[in-house]
């Protein structure tokens, strides 16, 4: 069993929709968090970054983390078509921050 | 400001060759990351330098190894390449622990294809 699971999709929604990205964890000890955009042929692009649990608002995207469901989500409003990449959530211990531990991705293409 | 630059962005090698990868993190960052993304396994850490020290290190045979300089750019080396190192390698900069920014900024990789 992976420490990270995420759905790899693929996730097609209309132009417009709220998208609902998810990624479960199993290591309680994670502590920060985050979403990378990956565009094809391009590296992972930083979204969201958090500390331990709550929410975080930037624009469009909300990041929320559930500790004790071991539960990440990424939202995405008012999807457009330029959205339109693999979504990869990455968490890391406190010990060896910069050692991120990497979901799957998930495909999510926004049909206008 | 200039992102992470990785070079070259393609290379092509045959098995038991070597290979040399380079990376120049963000301005002022001192912590350099390296991953690997293959379609099976996605994207896994591979080690993570910082003033020239390896700090952390992931699950990778020794013909994986790297160096840093003092100007905070990177290497990679892979000896001896099998094809199941074709991937795509991703460097990772970051102001690193002395700062507690740990938000790692990726370039865009070095495509790999071992033959």
């Known amino acids: 069993q992976k420490e990270v699971e995420q759905d790899p999709g693929p996730l097609s929604v209309p132009e417009g929709a709220i998208v609902s990205l998810n990624c479960t964890y199993s290591n309680s000890a994670f502590q920060y968090f985050m979403w990378y955009r990956q565009y094809s042929r391009k590296g992972p692009e930083l979204l969201m970054y958090t500390y331990s649990s709550g929410n975080k608002e930037d624009g469009r995207f909300t990041a929320q983390v559930d500790k004790s469901s071991k539960y990440i989500s990424l939202f995405i409003r008012d999807s457009q078509p330029s959205d339109s990449a693999t979504y990869l959530c990455?968490?890391?211990?406190?010990?060896?921050?910069?050692?991120?531990?990497f979901g799957q991705g998930t495909r999510l293409t926004i049909n206008p | 400001k200039a992102g992470v630059t990785q070079t070259p962005r393609y290379l092509i090698k045959t098995r038991g060759q070597q290979v040399t990868l380079s990376c120049s993190p963000i301005s002022g960052h001192r912590s350099v990351s390296w991953y690997q993304q293959t379609p099976g396994q996605g994207l896994q850490f591979l080690f993570e330098y910082f003033s020239e020290t390896q700090r952390n290190k992931g699950n990778f045979p020794g013909r994986f190894s790297g160096r840093q300089f003092s100007n905070s750019r990177s290497e990679m080396n892979v000896s001896t390449l099998e094809l199941g190192d074709s991937a795509l390698y991703l460097c990772?900069?970051?102001?690193?622990?002395?700062?507690?920014?740990?938000?790692?900024?990726f370039g865009p990789g070095t495509r790999l294809t071992v033959t």
């Open positions: 990772a900069s970051s102001l690193g622990f002395q700062t507690g920014d740990y938000e790692q900024y």
């Open positions: 990455a968490m890391s211990l406190i010990q060896g921050a910069q050692k991120l531990v």
